[in-house]
């Protein structure tokens, strides 16, 4: 799937484990602040993590892709029958411009077609981009002390407006 806006084309789709490398490096360049907003804390062995998710097959990483540039990365991994935890980070420099939001809307319908019925995101409170993004996929969001959880009903969800 791609979404052409003034000459910029962004591009979604699933990785392969053997493009895990590009995720490490997008890791890598990420600041502090959204390290600690993707991983709700401070966290490095980004190598070790990315080789876990990719080695379980039910799990699935998605790309946004601008200019053939991986500027964004959503996991999901495989809790459940019918359910997936997801992450996602968008680089520093790609944050605030939509690409989130189409890479969760994206992702959304690829795990819809697997199977999925229920996904789970968990944040921090003052993570105010993915509480948004929580709010416009209508995630059922509950905050108790330093941690929230949004929890999105796929069956309930449709994609479509965010994917035109």
């Given at each position: 799937?791609?979404?052409?806006?003034?000459?910029?084309?962004?591009?979604?789709?699933?990785?392969?484990?053997?493009?895990?490398?590009?995720?490490?490096?997008?890791?890598?360049?990420?600041?502090?602040?959204?390290?600690?907003?993707?991983?709700?804390?401070?966290?490095?062995?980004?190598?070790?993590y990315i080789k876990?998710?990719?080695?379980?097959?039910?799990?699935?990483?998605?790309?946004?892709?601008?200019?053939?540039?991986?500027?964004?990365?959503?996991?999901?991994?495989?809790?459940?029958d019918g359910c997936?935890?997801?992450?996602?980070?968008?680089?520093?420099?790609?944050?605030?411009?939509?690409?989130?939001?189409?890479?969760?809307?994206?992702?959304?319908?690829?795990?819809?077609?697997?199977?999925?019925?229920?996904?789970?995101?968990?944040?921090?409170?003052?993570?105010?981009?993915?509480?948004?993004?929580?709010?416009?996929?209508?995630?059922?969001?509950?905050?108790m002390y330093e941690?929230?959880?949004?929890?999105?009903?796929?069956?309930?969800?449709?994609?479509?407006?965010?994917?035109?």
């Amino acid at each position: 799937m791609s979404v052409t806006k003034s000459l910029v084309k962004l591009e979604f789709r699933e990785l392969r484990s053997n493009e895990s490398k590009l995720v490490i490096e997008l890791y890598n360049s990420l600041s502090s602040e959204s390290i600690y907003h993707r991983f709700r804390g401070f966290f490095k062995d980004f190598e070790k993590y990315i080789k876990s998710v990719f080695s379980d097959p039910r799990n699935a990483v998605y790309g946004a892709f601008l200019n053939n540039e991986l500027v964004g990365v959503l996991e999901a991994v495989y809790l459940s029958d019918g359910c997936y935890e997801i992450a996602i980070v968008v680089k520093d420099n790609h944050q605030g411009k939509g690409i989130g939001t189409g890479l969760v809307a994206y992702a959304m319908n690829e795990l819809k077609k697997k199977g999925a019925k229920t996904l789970v995101a968990h944040t921090t409170p003052d993570n105010y981009r993915i509480l948004a993004i929580s709010r416009k996929f209508h995630g059922t969001i509950k905050c108790m002390y330093e941690e929230c959880t949004a929890v999105f009903n796929l069956q309930s969800i449709n994609v479509d407006q965010f994917l035109n």
